[in-house]
Structures are given as structure tokens and as C-alpha cells.
């Protein structure tokens, strides 16, 4: 249709839809040069999800060295809470305020342990065998949510660059003494917290890396340490490539020179 002067309207603008929030993960494990003199396996576990709706969740373990089967525990326990968690989004049953995380991250512990009890009975093993820590992350649009039983440590950053921890190091009285998913009082210890607002990366490692990474022994994230990473991430092309140089850079002589422990770190970041 022409317009009176003879000409077509123009169109109005294009509003311009931004681009949806998702979480890119890289996540890498590695084992300890004092495990490899040992002929030990890597005690260490990781397992992560991306869910619809802007939403991941991840789980980081680290098994107790002087455990038989803690590599088992470790890898069992993060997979069953990582899964809990999942089942709940996916029937859109995650929680709202506070106290209801708390419930849902500690019912996820729970499945973990009694997974990591059940297996014990099955290799004929005390669950002590399969002692491992656990810390369990969900991130959202709108908020972070953790819960952690053991040593290591999550992190967060928001837009402003700003890094503070979400966890701290569960230490005992000795060093590398700690809490274990499978004792009597540790869904009673459980640590947690909930820090709304839109986060920008999350990090979450294990105890092998507490030394480089936190101010000890308070558990004050060093910055320095992170500050690259979340850089990282924001640049690297995509999440394969994010895996292969972040398990180059924790082989790296960097980090082996200054640990000879076990080490995970799981770095997410949210795109768009």
C-alpha cells in the first residue's frame, strides 16, 4: 500500500533481543605428584550439569588419601548430588527463598551418602573406605546457592570484578584434617549459603589448590589468583578448548612446584 506522498512507510525500528544468559563450564582434574610417586589414582572427582533456563549445577569431591576406595566415594558422591539437583529443575521444583535451598542442597547430600554407603556394601568395604568431602553449586540467573562438607572452597565474581568466597575450608584441629561426607554429624556440619544477585563467574576447588588460590588460614579468595581464570573464560573460544588449557594449566610446573596434592577446579561463566 503507498502512503499519500506516494511513498512506502518506513518500517519502525528493530527492537534488538539480547542475548539469553547460559553458563559456559570448563572443569579439569589432576593428580598429585606425591599420588603418582604412590602409584595412587586421582582422588579427586567433578561432575557438572547445564539445565535449561540459564541454570548449571556442579559438584566438586575430594576423596580421603588415606581411603582404599575414596576415588570411588569422591566420583559417586559428586555425580548422585549433581543428579538430585537436576531431577528437581527439571521438574521446575527449585526453590525460592533461602531456608528452602538449604533443605534441597542438603537432601542432595543425603542421596549422595547413602549412594556412597550402598556402594561400600557392595565392594564388602566400610563406607570410612569411601570417605570423601563434597561441595555442591547451583547457579542461576539470579543467584548462586552451595553447600560444602569438607575442605576446598567456592568462589564467586560478580560484574564489577568484585571476588568473594560463598565457602571456606572446613579444617579440624591438625592440618589436612577434615569433615567427610560419610560421618555420624555430617549433614549436621553441612556448610551453605545463597548470594542473590546476577553472578558473573563462579569457581570451585578443591583442597590441592587452597594454598595458591585462598588467603589461609581465613580462606580469603586471592584475587590475583583468580582474576586471570574468569579472563580466561570470558576469551576462550568454547568450552573444549576451556577444558584442555585448564588441565594444562594445573599440570602446569606453576602449580605442581607449590602442590603435590590432588587438584579440581571447575570455573563457570555466564555468556550473553
Not at 140 to 152: E, H, P, S
Request: with cysteine; proline share 6%.
Amino acid at each position: 500500500m503507498m502512503s499519500p506522498r506516494g511513498r512506502e512507510p518506513r518500517p519502525g525500528p528493530t527492537a534488538v533481543r539480547a542475548p539469553a544468559r547460559r553458563w559456559r563450564i570448563a572443569a579439569a582434574s589432576m593428580p598429585g605428584s606425591n599420588h603418582e610417586k604412590m602409584g595412587l589414582p586421582c582422588q579427586d572427582a567433578c561432575f557438572h550439569r547445564t539445565l535449561p533456563g540459564g541454570i548449571f549445577v556442579a559438584a566438586v569431591a575430594d576423596g580421603a588419601g588415606s581411603a582404599r576406595h575414596s576415588d570411588i566415594g569422591a566420583a559417586l558422591a559428586a555425580k548422585k548430588a549433581v543428579d538430585t539437583i537436576a531431577a528437581q529443575a527439571a521438574l521446575a521444583r527449585l526453590p525460592e527463598d533461602d531456608e528452602a535451598w538449604r533443605s534441597l542442597l542438603v537432601d542432595a547430600f543425603a542421596v549422595a551418602r547413602g549412594a556412597v554407603e550402598r556402594e561400600a556394601a557392595e565392594l564388602g568395604a566400610s563406607p570410612g573406605d569411601l570417605a570423601t568431602t563434597l561441595i555442591l553449586v547451583v547457579g542461576t540467573r539470579q543467584l548462586v546457592a552451595v553447600a560444602q562438607v569438607g575442605d576446598g572452597a567456592a568462589i564467586v565474581c560478580d560484574d564489577a570484578g568484585e571476588v568473594g568466597a560463598l565457602t571456606v575450608p572446613q579444617n579440624g584441629e591438625y592440618l589436612n584434617e577434615t569433615e567427610f561426607l560419610v560421618a555420624p554429624q555430617a549433614l549436621e556440619s553441612i556448610q551453605w549459603a545463597v548470594r542473590r544477585g546476577e553472578p558473573a563467574h563462579v569457581a570451585v576447588l578443591s583442597d590441592g589448590l587452597e594454598m595458591l588460590a585462598l588467603k589461609m588460614p581465613d580462606g580469603v579468595p586471592h584475587q590475583p589468583f583468580f582474576d586471570p581464570l574468569f579472563r580466561f573464560m570470558a576469551d576462550v573460544g568454547g568450552e573444549q578448548e576451556a577444558n584442555r588449557q585448564l588441565q594444562e594449566f594445573l599440570g602446569s610446573t606453576r602449580i605442581r612446584e607449590r602442590t603435590d596434592d590432588d587438584v579440581t577446579l571447575l570455573l563457570a561463566s555466564v555468556r550473553g
